[in-house]
């Protein structure tokens, strides 16, 4: 296994910060200061130089279909969320979890492994026409939700350290007319975020299959952290289909309290030598094996 080195000191940029309260695991345990996004490409490490770095642009016409791309197996995403906690961090607003017996967790779907959830987050623009961080087809959307998991053969706060370490899924967020009930729990509590602050919101009985797109076809390639120090140890799943999000919602996340949040996306990156792979979606039901064989002896039988 690879351990990725990363020189923190270089730039004098980054601080590591013990977060207290509930939930307060930070993401990836690595902070990085209000840099304005003009300064982040000579500002940023070596590491976020690398030939396998992220978001890049989806061009579904380039990408390889890959037969052993099933679905993604959700576990536990349909229990409801064990003490979240929203947090402002200074670049976006994330939700925390403490970890118990039902933690959601992904396998499957061309996954090597079990990997646990331990954090979701949003990339948001100050208009229509910014926000995500990926891009399919060259298309931006308003709004991309992360949600991080890591390995579970791994510590939490150290697996961004290891080339399998993680598996985030990408979720595009387009803009509605109506709400979208799944994320009142964010857009509805933001302003008790507007510091640097974190918010129980166990009340909300949040899931979080209720935040997912009910069409499961995805992209799956190699990257990286968006943000310092930009490991390139990220199994990144971008699903093809948006869920949406009420204008009324998005208004919330744009909020002149959360200034310093906004428009919190990395640019597009060289996709370089990598290739973008798509699941594989048949469109037919498949058939149990048995149900394969008896099919053709009643065929055989029958000539
Ligand atoms: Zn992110």
Redesign the pocket.
């Known amino acids: 296994m690879t351990l990725i080195s990363t020189s923190l000191g270089s730039v004098g940029i980054f601080v590591s910060r013990e977060v207290t309260g509930p939930g307060g695991n930070h993401m990836f345990g690595i902070e990085y200061l209000n840099l304005r996004r003009s300064d982040w490409p000579e500002n940023w490490p070596e590491t976020c130089k690398g030939k396998k770095q992220s978001p890049i642009n989806i061009d579904d016409s380039e990408v390889k279909i890959n037969k052993n791309l099933r679905d993604i197996k959700f576990v536990n995403y349909d229990k409801v969320l064990n003490n979240p906690v929203l947090v402002n961090n200074g670049h976006?607003v994330k939700l925390d979890i403490e970890d118990d017996s039902n933690v959601p967790k992904i396998q499957d779907g061309g996954l090597k492994a079990e990997y646990k959830f331990q954090q979701l987050?949003f990339?948001w623009g100050s208009e229509n026409t910014t926000g995500s961080?990926h891009t399919l087809n060259n298309k931006i959307y308003p709004m991309?939700m992360?949600l991080?998991h890591y390995n579970s053969k791994y510590e939490k706060d150290e697996a961004h350290n290891y080339e399998d370490g993680l598996a985030?899924l990408a979720v595009f967020i387009k803009i509605d007319a109506n709400d979208n009930n799944a994320f009142s729990a964010f857009s509805q509590n933001l302003k008790f975020v507007y510091g640097n602050d974190s918010y129980d919101i166990s009340s909300s009985d949040l899931t979080l299959q209720a935040l997912l797109p009910k069409d499961s076809l995805y992209y799956r390639y190699q990257g990286s952290l968006?943000?310092p120090p930009c490991n390139e140890t990220v199994i990144w799943t971008v699903f093809a289909n948006p869920v949406t999000i009420g204008i009324e919602q998005i208004k919330e996340f744009r909020n002149e309290s959360l200034d310093d949040l906004v428009n919190n996306f990395r640019p597009i990156q060289n996709l370089n030598d990598r290739t973008v792979e798509k699941s594989y979606n048949s469109g037919i039901q498949q058939l149990p094996q048995v149900v394969i064989v008896l099919a053709s002896f009643v065929v055989v039988g029958s000539w």
Do not use: D, I
């Open positions: 976006s987050h990339h961080e991309e992360h991080v985030v968006t943000t």
